[in-house]
Nanobody, 121 residues
Framework: QVRLVESGGGLVQAGGSLRLSCVGS????????MAWFRQTPGKVREFVAV????????TYVDSVKGRFTISRDNAKNTVHLQMNSLKPEDTAVYYC??????????????WGQGTQVTVSS
């Protein structure tokens, strides 16, 4: 079992930055690829970014490329999502997930409870 807890969400103006963190506990954190997804009311949870177990490989959804950076620190069981140049359309609940490297929700078996990010125009 892996327990994931996100933090760092909040309210920010367009153009601003936020850094999300996700701390994992339980089974060996470094065994898993770690990803961030986001969801708005009435919509499907969508992939944002993923990082492999070593931190050497990453993939981003096109809409966040060049603005968001995913990173991990296996010694601290932590994964981060640095979000810069935020836009109102980035507003969502952001979820951390652990599983197999990929962009589909089906690849991930463990999920956090989510943290709200709101970007005002």
């Amino acid at each position: 079992q892996v327990r994931l807890v996100e933090s760092g969400g909040g309210l920010v103006q367009a153009g601003g930055s936020l850094r999300l963190s996700c701390v994992g506990s339980g089974r060996i954190f470094s065994n898993y690829a770690m990803a961030w997804f986001r969801q708005t009311p009435g919509k499907v949870r969508e992939f944002v970014a993923v990082i492999d177990w070593s931190g050497g490989k990453t993939t981003y959804v096109d809409s966040v490329k060049g603005r968001f950076t995913i990173s991990r620190d296996n010694a601290k069981n932590t994964v981060h999502l640095q979000m810069n140049s935020l836009k109102p359309e980035d507003t969502a609940v952001y979820y951390c997930a652990a599983g197999t490297y990929g962009t589909s929700r089906r690849e991930y078996v463990y999920w956090g409870q989510g943290t709200q990010v709101t970007v005002s125009s």
